[in-house]
């Protein structure tokens, strides 16, 4: 545990020295931003027509889809830049396993991520302020523990692409596409049948995702993405392992 908190450390200084980090909080701030006031204009006009108060889920729903390009940016150059820079070699013959190199990078993005979830807490205070006699704060702990496990397995899944290459270009667009083909699995139902179809249906991530924006906790929605977690964390680490002994 003392070499994946290590990493995992020293991953999340990294964020914070790298100008890449700061321009995607700001970004995914600004964007969220952006999001929240047309969404409070918007309600704000409508309210003197109809009594339906804003709802908190205008602050998840936005979330979900911004986190599809923040992350594959995020997740980009955990192990492609350590083997572009050549440090990758250095990594393999110290004292650390493959799977505590892997769980560590993703431990340390996975702490970023979670502390820019954090930030946008104001956005639920500033509605909650807004709204008359407040707001349900039920359905805004469950949607962001949803964001926290969505992200979580669109993390593993950036850190396993890493791996593939030392081209950090070339990891964000594959780790987009995978965790696109996730998001829109659903899509392609009526084209198969059978196991395909019922495979497809399972491993849509915003099926599973839809429990938590609603308000509600559902077991099997939590086992899926520690379970989608874990499952590519795994492959990360085969691919790392399979660069010790290439």
Do not use: C
Not at 52 to 80: E, G, H, W
Not at 100 to 118: D, T, Y
């Amino acid at each position: 545990m003392r070499n994946i908190w290590t990493i995992a450390r020293r991953e999340y200084k990294l964020f914070f020295i790298s100008p890449i980090a700061y321009v995607v909080a700001f970004l995914f701030m600004l964007v969220l931003g952006l999001f929240f006031s047309l969404t409070m204009y918007g309600s704000i006009s409508q309210m003197a027509y109809s009594p339906t108060a804003p709802s908190p889920q205008m602050v998840i729903s936005p979330m979900v889809t911004i986190l599809l390009f923040t992350i594959p940016a995020v997740t980009m150059r955990t192990i492609a830049e350590e083997q572009r820079s050549g440090t990758m070699e250095l990594l393999l013959t110290a004292p650390v396993r493959d799977w505590e190199l892997v769980l560590g990078k993703w431990l340390g993005s996975f702490l970023f991520m979670a502390s820019l979830l954090l930030l946008t807490g104001v956005f639920p205070l500033v509605l909650n302020f807004m709204v008359k006699p407040g707001i349900d704060f039920g359905p805004v702990i469950a949607g962001y523990l949803g964001l926290l496990l969505l992200s979580s397995s669109m993390l593993a899944i950036g850190v396993m692409v890493s791996a593939l290459f030392a081209n950090q270009i070339a990891a964000f667009f594959i780790s987009l596409g995978v965790v696109l083909a996730l998001w829109l699995s659903n899509q392609f139902t009526s084209y198969v049948q059978g196991f395909w179809k019922t495979l497809l249906d399972f491993l849509d991530i915003i099926t599973h995702f839809v429990s938590f924006y609603r308000g509600t906790i559902a077991l099997k929605d939590v086992v899926f993405f520690i379970s989608l977690t874990a499952l590519f964390l795994f492959f990360g680490t085969a691919l790392v392992e399979w660069r010790r002994w290439r």
